[in-house]
């Protein structure tokens, strides 16, 4: 079975503040994908990052960088100088194969408050 | 128009009522999902489809059905609510091969 687990459940920073969201996962399939989404407080989801199993690159984009490490399991999520827009749910989440094939398992997401 | 279409976006009703939830989508995707968020639970899969003829159980079935009339259309119905099925409920879709799944805006029911 797959499993997301995110311990931070809630998150409070100032801006400008660097912030790490952590995500550890499991699952027993080799190939799979990794998806970080935001929920602003207007209630949608947005997408922010996919990854593969097999690219364990670190991804940076503006201020968001993503560090993917297989031999922890883990995909976590920083923003650096954090902005009061920051301020969302953030979740992340995966998809593998297996008996889960085709369903995205998300993890309990993290609420994140960036005070001015 | 969104690529993937909730109505509707806010509901109260009642214990005991049966109550709809609609889904439609512009993006051709034969995969469809619905999903409900509990603060604290995340996401949490209900039905899933994989074609008009497919229809799989979730995790969290119990006291759900849905029906896929069609590619584009997914409707997931309450057949009598409880207070508990409170939540905001996310429809999705995927497609198999990139494996990017997009979301409609959600709906937010309230039972009471």
């Not at chain 1, 799979?32 to 690219?55: A, H, T």
């Not at chain 1, 995205?104 to 001015?116: A, E, K, S």
Request: glycine share 8%; aromatic share 14%.
């Amino acid at each position: 079975a797959q499993k997301v687990t995110q311990a931070q459940t809630e998150i409070s920073v100032v801006e400008k503040e660097d912030v790490t969201l952590d995500c550890v996962y499991e699952t027993r399939d080799t190939t799979y994908y990794l998806f970080w989404y935001k929920q602003p407080p207007s209630g949608e989801l947005v997408f922010l990052i996919r990854r593969n199993s097999f690219d364990e690159q670190n991804e940076i984009s503006g201020r968001y960088s993503w560090n993917f490490q297989k031999s922890t399991s883990s995909f976590n999520f920083t923003i650096t100088a954090s902005q009061v827009v920051d301020s969302a749910v953030y979740f992340c989440a995966l998809y593998a194969g297996g008996t889960s094939y085709g369903k995205l398992t998300f993890g309990q997401g993290t609420i994140l408050t960036v005070h001015p | 128009d969104a690529d993937v279409t909730q109505t509707p976006r806010n509901r109260i009703t009642k214990t005991g009522k049966r109550i709809m939830l609609e889904c439609s989508q512009t993006k051709g995707h034969d995969r469809m999902y619905w999903y409900r968020q509990d603060p604290g639970l995340g996401l949490r899969l209900i039905y899933y489809s994989f074609d008009v003829k497919d229809i799989n159980k979730g995790e969290i079935s119990d006291g759900y059905s849905v029906s896929r009339q069609a590619q584009a259309k997914f409707s997931l119905s309450l057949e009598s609510a409880i207070p508990n099925q409170t939540a905001l409920y996310f429809c999705a879709t995927s497609e198999g091969r990139t494996y990017g799944y997009t979301f409609g805006s959600g709906t937010r029911l309230t039972v009471v």
